[in-house]
Structures are given as structure tokens and as C-alpha cells.
């Protein structure tokens, strides 16, 4: 009895490891670490890619940066252009097995929209969101605003997932404790080691849309079995363990690097044409110095852009010098009054311009991510343009990212542990419009980390929004800039494009898209 007991525990244990052998894992590295599972406290792009492989999302781009239907089945519009009706597609569940229900939706958006730029804008022309029945849910704007299904189908963080309505009404300054998503994967928190690995599985009750996939949008379909986010914090030990075949796919590859992944047959990169970073160095408007305008307009004259991009993208094949605070090669395109910032560097007008506001060599307390692949080398190219300024009395806090996006949420003065600077990133897709770009905004205490604030720049936001044609909206882009010039709610410091690596003789069905990458449509060969 005892020797059949042992046989039989050893063959289930041989299948257990069979079946587990035989199971289709795709791994990938990405560009941070997965820290925070709560899509909506952050803008980070990591917190993005977390989010959309567990959530789901009303509508979505296609690869021709199309708005899509996804949870969403059919909506209608009122004549008045103000009343938009929604009913959700059959099949959604979440990963608890329950249904996801109108309730779920309104509640999901109601919390989206008091932390996502866009998301606010949106919810400041909304006169009620109401759930009509288990399916059907009814957006009522105050105005016109025709931009409603666009934000919905945004791709840039913070996207609006839909979360059960139970972590949905988490106060949205707080994270949620629970990760239940109704997307096509499911976040596995027993092997979820911060640091190390991120691990998702196929939800095998998720219900793809018919239509291919493109972009974003389309049939999610999953075709493996495990996603593992494998983080390794040196750029080269990840592209070793990629040109070895240890990793599937890289997500953001040095440019150091790209010429020897180039001459690899087995390795494909690839970049959507709309792709592209922009680099943001974040001044905060609350306090000494960049509270008053003179000292962050005298930044204009120390950051040299094209120092930003030689140390990020050192291929020119990859680099756009662009003085556009909304991204370069997009509709809205315009330097208009960006004469400071792209004209020769003037140290002695800078000096000029803080000492005129007051700033008498007290500490610059600037946040320094150590662990991310473009904001570590950014910060050094900041602290040494600073320094050959004459600022030496620089307080530089090292940090992982992590701590910095803690760190920045705090209005606090720099010595009780707030900040003057720190430097982060956006996507140009995301920059390109005046309402999703979340770094432009100056709502005050709406407004995004640094808390810039100008009614003036707001007004014209709004006047863009409401634009009846593109023409009109080219021209509102113009006074737009002018007056982001005139404010600095932030300053650009580069525009480049990275392309995403993978083992071709590995993997099949990537998706070409300009922002977070979508790891359904992916097959393991």
C-alpha cells in the first residue's frame, strides 16, 4: 500500500511538472519595475502596463489611432449632441467570476476622473453619469463636448480601465488593496515579488471582441499561457539575456545597444510611425524658487535640448530636436514663443531672471531616479547643465522611481520632504492634444504634479475643446503655446523614439502601437 501511495504521489507530481513544462510563458522585460497596482493613483507607465493586462476599457485605438468600441457593445447621441447612451457587450466578466455591470462602470470613471487629467477635463462638462440598467449606462454632458469618446479610448496613462465597483469606490487618493480585472489576464499576487517578477495568467473566461487586432483595440486574444515581467535593473544584463534567447522581448532597449540587436537574424525591432517620448523636467509652482515665473522662465536659458537627446537616443535616426510643447510631427505642431528656450543659452540672463525672483542660492532639491532607463541619465544631464550655471547648491536625493512618485504627490516644502524638480516622461501621442497631455495643465490644485496655475491657459483649453473645426483648433494651439511659454508649467527636454526588441524565432503576432504594450496577440513558437 505504501509503495502504491508513493507511485501514485510521484506520477502526479511527474504530471504536475509535465503539464507546467509544457505551458506557454512568454517573458519580458520592461522598462520599470511593476511597484504600484493601482492604475489610477499614478500616471507612471509601468502602472499603465500593469492595468492593461488585467483591465478592460470602454473604447480603444486602433492602430490608425481610430477610437474604438471594446466593453462598450452599442452607444447612441442625442441630437443635441449632449446625451450619450452606452450598452456594455455580452460575455464581460470579472475574474471572480461575476459580471461586470453598469454600476462597475459608473464607478470606475467617477474615480478615474478625479485623478486623470484628461479624465478631469471631462468630468467638468459632465452633468450625471447614471447606470439605466445591469447593461446600459448614460452619459449626460452640461455642453457639447466632443471629445467624450476620444478620452475614453486613451492610451496614455492614466488609461480609464474599469475596475468591480467595490475597489472602484476606494477613495482615489488611496490604493486600492484588491486587483480583480475583467481583461484577459489575471495578476497572480502569490508570485508577485516587487524587485524581481510580475506574473499574469490567461483568464480563461475572457470574451475577445470578433474584430483582428489592431493597436489597442480589436479581439484581445491570449496566446499563452503566463506573462512573467522578469525586472533586471542593468540595461545591458537585459539585452545579454535577450540576444541569448532568456527573455522574449524587451521593451526598451538602450540605443547604445540597438546596433548589435540589429545584427541579430533572430531579433525584429520595431516602432509604430506615431511613436515617441517626450522628456519632462517638472518645476514645482508652490514653492521658492519656480513659484515665481522669472525663475522658471530662466530655465529657458540653461537647458540645452540637444544634451537630453545625445545621452538618451545617441542615434540621430532616432532623435527630434522639437520645441513644441505639444510633440513634434503631430497636427498641433507649433514653437510659438519658444524663442527663449530654442535660442542660444544665456547664463547671465538666467542669473539675471532668479536673482529678480528672489532666489538667493538656497538648496534645489531635485529627485533622482537612479533605476530608469532614460529619466537616471536625464537627471544627470540636468544636474550637470545646473552645476556649469553656477548652481552648485544642488540637494540631489537619490531614489528608485518608486519613491519618487511617492515623493511628488507631496505639497510639502523641499526641506519636510517636498521637491523643487524632478524629471519624468510622456508619450508625444499623448502630448499631441491640449486636454490628454497631463503635464500642461495649469487647473491649480487640479492641475498635475508641480501644481502649476493659470486661468488664462485654461480658458483657452477649454476654447480648444469646444473648437468646431481643425483649423480653429491649429490656431488656439498657437496662443496655447505662447502661453505655456510665457507660464512654464513645465519644460521639454527631448523627443525621441525607442523601438520595442523581441526573439522573432521566438515570438509571432507583436503589436505595433505608440504608447503601453499590449502583450495579448503574442504566440509562442
Given at each position: 500500500?505504501?509503495?502504491?501511495?508513493?507511485?501514485l504521489?510521484?506520477?502526479?507530481?511527474?504530471?504536475?511538472?509535465?503539464?507546467?513544462?509544457?505551458?506557454?510563458?512568454?517573458?519580458?522585460?520592461?522598462?520599470?519595475?511593476?511597484?504600484?497596482?493601482?492604475?489610477?493613483?499614478?500616471?507612471?507607465?509601468?502602472?499603465?502596463?500593469?492595468?492593461?493586462?488585467?483591465?478592460?476599457?470602454?473604447?480603444?485605438?486602433?492602430?490608425?489611432?481610430?477610437?474604438?468600441?471594446?466593453?462598450?457593445?452599442?452607444?447612441?447621441?442625442?441630437?443635441?449632441?449632449?446625451?450619450?447612451?452606452?450598452?456594455?457587450?455580452?460575455?464581460?466578466?470579472?475574474?471572480?467570476?461575476?459580471?461586470?455591470?453598469?454600476?462597475?462602470?459608473?464607478?470606475?470613471?467617477?474615480?478615474?476622473?478625479?485623478?486623470?487629467?484628461?479624465?478631469?477635463?471631462?468630468?467638468?462638462?459632465t452633468?450625471?453619469?447614471?447606470?439605466?440598467?445591469?447593461?446600459t449606462?448614460?452619459?449626460?454632458?452640461?455642453?457639447?463636448?466632443?471629445?467624450l469618446?476620444?478620452?475614453?479610448?486613451?492610451?496614455?496613462?492614466?488609461?480609464?480601465?474599469?475596475?468591480?465597483?467595490?475597489?472602484?469606490?476606494?477613495?482615489?487618493?488611496?490604493?486600492?488593496?484588491?486587483?480583480?480585472?475583467?481583461?484577459?489576464?489575471?495578476?497572480?499576487?502569490?508570485?508577485?515579488?516587487?524587485?524581481?517578477?510580475?506574473v499574469?495568467?490567461?483568464?480563461?473566461?475572457?470574451?475577445?471582441?470578433?474584430?483582428?487586432?489592431?493597436?489597442?483595440?480589436?479581439?484581445?486574444?491570449?496566446?499563452?499561457?503566463?506573462?512573467?515581467?522578469?525586472?533586471?535593473?542593468?540595461?545591458?544584463?537585459?539585452?545579454?539575456?535577450?540576444?541569448?534567447?532568456?527573455i522574449?522581448?524587451?521593451?526598451?532597449?538602450?540605443p547604445?545597444?540597438?546596433?548589435?540587436?540589429?545584427?541579430?537574424?533572430?531579433?525584429?525591432?520595431?516602432?509604430?510611425?506615431?511613436?515617441?517620448?517626450?522628456?519632462?523636467?517638472?518645476?514645482?509652482?508652490?514653492?521658492?524658487?519656480?513659484?515665481?515665473?522669472?525663475?522658471?522662465?530662466?530655465?529657458?536659458?540653461?537647458?540645452?535640448?540637444?544634451?537630453?537627446?545625445?545621452?538618451?537616443?545617441?542615434?540621430?535616426?532616432?532623435?527630434?530636436?522639437?520645441?513644441?510643447?505639444?510633440?513634434?510631427g503631430?497636427?498641433?505642431?507649433?514653437?510659438?514663443?519658444?524663442?527663449?528656450?530654442?535660442?542660444?543659452?544665456?547664463?547671465?540672463?538666467?542669473?539675471?531672471?532668479?536673482?529678480?525672483?528672489?532666489?538667493?542660492?538656497?538648496?534645489?532639491?531635485?529627485?533622482?531616479?537612479?533605476?530608469?532607463?532614460?529619466?537616471?541619465?536625464?537627471?544627470?544631464?540636468?544636474?550637470?547643465?545646473?552645476?556649469?550655471?553656477?548652481?552648485?547648491?544642488?540637494?540631489?536625493?537619490?531614489?528608485?522611481?518608486?519613491?519618487?512618485?511617492?515623493?511628488?504627490?507631496?505639497?510639502?516644502?523641499?526641506?519636510?520632504?517636498?521637491?523643487?524638480?524632478?524629471?519624468?516622461g510622456?508619450?508625444?501621442?499623448?502630448?499631441?492634444?491640449?486636454?490628454?497631455?497631463?503635464?500642461?495643465?495649469?487647473?491649480c490644485?487640479?492641475?498635475?504634479?508641480?501644481?502649476?496655475?493659470?486661468?488664462?491657459?485654461?480658458?483657452?483649453?477649454?476654447?480648444?475643446?469646444?473648437?468646431?473645426?481643425?483649423?480653429?483648433?491649429?490656431?488656439?494651439?498657437?496662443?496655447?503655446?505662447?502661453?505655456?511659454?510665457?507660464?512654464?508649467?513645465?519644460?521639454?527636454?527631448?523627443?525621441?523614439?525607442?523601438?520595442?526588441?523581441?526573439?522573432?524565432?521566438?515570438?509571432?503576432?507583436?503589436?505595433?502601437?505608440?504608447?503601453?504594450?499590449?502583450?495579448?496577440?503574442?504566440?509562442k513558437?
Open positions: 500500500m505504501r509503495l502504491a501511495v508513493a507511485l504521489t510521484a506520477t502526479a507530481a511527474f504530471g504536475s511538472l509535465q503539464a507546467l513544462a509544457q505551458e506557454k510563458v512568454l517573458r519580458a522585460v520592461m522598462h520599470a519595475d511593476v511597484r504600484t497596482l493601482d492604475p489610477f493613483w499614478t500616471t507612471q507607465t509601468i502602472a499603465g502596463i500593469h492595468g492593461l493586462m488585467i483591465y478592460d476599457t470602454l473604447f480603444s485605438s486602433d492602430a490608425d489611432l481610430q477610437p474604438q468600441p471594446q466593453m462598450v457593445d452599442t452607444w447612441t447621441v442625442s441630437d443635441d449632441r449632449k446625451t450619450y447612451t452606452f450598452k456594455l457587450r455580452d460575455g464581460l466578466k470579472f475574474h471572480d467570476g461575476t459580471s461586470v455591470t453598469a454600476k462597475d462602470v459608473v464607478a470606475s470613471m467617477n474615480r478615474w476622473g478625479k485623478r486623470d487629467g484628461a479624465g478631469k477635463q471631462l468630468m467638468n462638462y452633468a450625471s453619469l447614471t447606470a439605466k440598467d445591469d447593461k449606462f448614460e452619459w449626460v454632458l452640461s455642453e457639447p463636448y466632443g471629445l469618446i476620444d478620452t475614453l479610448a486613451k492610451t496614455g496613462t492614466s488609461i480609464p480601465f474599469v475596475m468591480r465597483e467595490a475597489e472602484a469606490m476606494v477613495d482615489p487618493f488611496e490604493q486600492i488593496k484588491e486587483v480583480v480585472g475583467s481583461g484577459p489576464f489575471m495578476f497572480k499576487r502569490d508570485e508577485w515579488v516587487p524587485g524581481n517578477k510580475t499574469y495568467v490567461k483568464f480563461k473566461d475572457y470574451v475577445p471582441r470578433k474584430e483582428p487586432a489592431s493597436g489597442h483595440a480589436g479581439g484581445k486574444v491570449v496566446k499563452v499561457d503566463r506573462v512573467e515581467f522578469i525586472w533586471m535593473s542593468d540595461p545591458q544584463t537585459a539585452q545579454s539575456a535577450l540576444m541569448a534567447g532568456e522574449d522581448y524587451l521593451e526598451n532597449p538602450k547604445d545597444f540597438l546596433s548589435l540587436l540589429e545584427a541579430n537574424p533572430d531579433i525584429k525591432l520595431e516602432v509604430h510611425p506615431a511613436a515617441g517620448t517626450m522628456g519632462i523636467l517638472q518645476l514645482n509652482h508652490l514653492h521658492p524658487p519656480f513659484n515665481n515665473v522669472k525663475a522658471r522662465q530662466a530655465m529657458y536659458y540653461l537647458i540645452n535640448n540637444a544634451d537630453y537627446l545625445n545621452t538618451i537616443a545617441a542615434d540621430p535616426k532616432l532623435q527630434t530636436l522639437c520645441y513644441s510643447y505639444f510633440g513634434c503631430v497636427a498641433m505642431e507649433t514653437t510659438a514663443g519658444s524663442e527663449p528656450y530654442s535660442g542660444p543659452k544665456d547664463y547671465k540672463k538666467a542669473e539675471q531672471l532668479f536673482k529678480e525672483a528672489g532666489y538667493n542660492g538656497e538648496p534645489i532639491t531635485i529627485l533622482h531616479a537612479t533605476d530608469h532607463a532614460y529619466i537616471n541619465p536625464a537627471n544627470l544631464v540636468m544636474i550637470q547643465q545646473l552645476r556649469k550655471a553656477g548652481f552648485l547648491n544642488l540637494d540631489v536625493q537619490a531614489m528608485d522611481w518608486g519613491s519618487v512618485v511617492a515623493r511628488r504627490a507631496k505639497k510639502e516644502v523641499p526641506s519636510a520632504g517636498g521637491w523643487n524638480i524632478f524629471i519624468t510622456t508619450t508625444v501621442l499623448t502630448s499631441s492634444n491640449p486636454i490628454t497631455h497631463t503635464s500642461i495643465g495649469m487647473g490644485d487640479k492641475a498635475w504634479f508641480g501644481w502649476p496655475c493659470d486661468s488664462v491657459f485654461e480658458d483657452l483649453r477649454k476654447e480648444w475643446a469646444f473648437a468646431p473645426d481643425l483649423e480653429t483648433r491649429k490656431r488656439l494651439a498657437v496662443e496655447l503655446s505662447k502661453r505655456a511659454y510665457d507660464q512654464v508649467p513645465y519644460i521639454s527636454f527631448a523627443q525621441w523614439r525607442n523601438p520595442v526588441a523581441y526573439r522573432s524565432d521566438l515570438i509571432s503576432g507583436v503589436l505595433s502601437v505608440p504608447s503601453v504594450p499590449p502583450m495579448w496577440n503574442i504566440e513558437k
